[in-house]
């Protein structure tokens, strides 16, 4: 009885958290930029469009990292030619319509935190980064968060432009080529399963064993 209450509760939320059906609550890059553009609002910036092919470039970004997190403070970071080369064909954005990055933060570290402690901890860690989040060249904002190898270090990436938002990073067809592992923002999609992000086997385990009880119990 205690048993099937419990499967119960979790089918319904489950079924009926409002995560399931909207942008960002589920999807850690979508909370980022949701903390962006609130401090940017904050600080009477506007507010900036989250754009998904822009948000999937964010996540190849990351992978040009190949998971060494000692480069990224460093002066290493992928050759521009890249986005063309690379980021747009994976990602399904038409090469055509990339926009020159007026600024991108990048941060990475051994554990996973929150993305507003990844925003407020590790992101923005001084007067420049303060300055890049603040610019006003910047239109839109693609964010993605990734871990490496099914765990960490566990990297977040914030790319700015100033591009029209709506012909700029326009992704083939209208939908982003998916790109696992990792989370990237503006795409109305859950990316909770902890195991997209490789954050670990566990909760993939939990989450399983919640959709089995669901399918046998309804
Ligand atoms: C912002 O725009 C101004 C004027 O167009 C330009 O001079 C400046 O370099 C731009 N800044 C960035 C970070 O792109
Ligand atoms: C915006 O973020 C910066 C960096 O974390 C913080 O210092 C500042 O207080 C924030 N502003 C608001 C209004 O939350
Ligand atoms: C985007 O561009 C199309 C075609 O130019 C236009 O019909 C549409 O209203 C625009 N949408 C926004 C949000 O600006």
């Not at 190949?66 to 480069?71: A, L, P, V």
């Not at 890249?82 to 319509?97: I, L, R």
Request: aromatic share 8%.
């Amino acid at each position: 009885m205690a048993i099937s209450a419990w499967i119960l509760v979790s089918c319904l939320l489950l079924f009926f958290s409002p995560a399931s059906a909207t942008d960002s609550t589920n999807n850690p890059a979508d909370q980022l930029v949701a903390v962006i553009n609130s401090n940017r609002t904050a600080h009477k910036s506007s507010v900036l469009f989250d754009n998904p092919g822009l948000g999937c470039i964010a996540l190849q970004y990351i992978q040009a990292y190949q998971g060494q997190c000692d480069e990224v403070g460093g002066n290493k970071k992928p050759s521009d030619s890249s986005f063309a080369d690379t980021f747009a064909p994976n990602c399904g954005v038409e090469a055509q319509t990339l926009a020159p990055i007026t600024g991108r933060l990048l941060a990475c570290q051994s554990s996973y935190v929150s993305p507003d402690q990844a925003f407020s901890d590790i992101l923005i860690k001084n007067a420049r980064s303060l300055q890049i989040l603040y610019d006003k060249n910047h239109t839109q904002v693609g964010a993605a968060v990734r871990g490496t190898d099914g765990g960490a270090p566990y990297f977040w990436c914030v790319l700015f432009s100033g591009g029209k938002t709506n012909s700029t990073f326009v992704l083939e067809g209208g939908v982003a080529k998916t790109v696992r592992p990792g989370c990237f923002s503006g795409n109305n999609d859950d990316c909770s399963g902890s195991a997209r992000l490789g954050v670990g086997l566990w909760q993939m385990v939990v989450g399983v064993l919640i959709a089995i009880a669901c399918a046998v119990g309804l």
